[in-house]
């Protein structure tokens, strides 16, 4: 039961990375500046919210 569920998870595992990959290595000028903005976007929410508790 175990081993079929690690196997399973494996495989799934493998197909994301994969397909992410592939997608990486294929990205658009316009998608990569969506993925920086989205990163900028994160981190500037968790800086904010970090200052609050300190």
């Known amino acids: 039961m175990v ?9 799934y595992s493998a ?3 994969s397909y992410l990959n592939k997608r990486w290595d294929n990205i658009s000028p ?3 500046g969506i993925v920086l903005v989205s990163i900028a976007v994160v981190g ?3 800086m904010r919210s970090g200052a609050k508790k300190a």
């Not at 081993?3 to 495989?11: C, F, L, P």
């Open 3 to 11: 081993e079929t569920i690690q196997d399973t998870w494996r495989e």
């Open 15 to 17: 197909f994301y990375i």
């Open 30 to 32: 316009m998608e990569y």
């Open 44 to 46: 500037w929410l968790l």
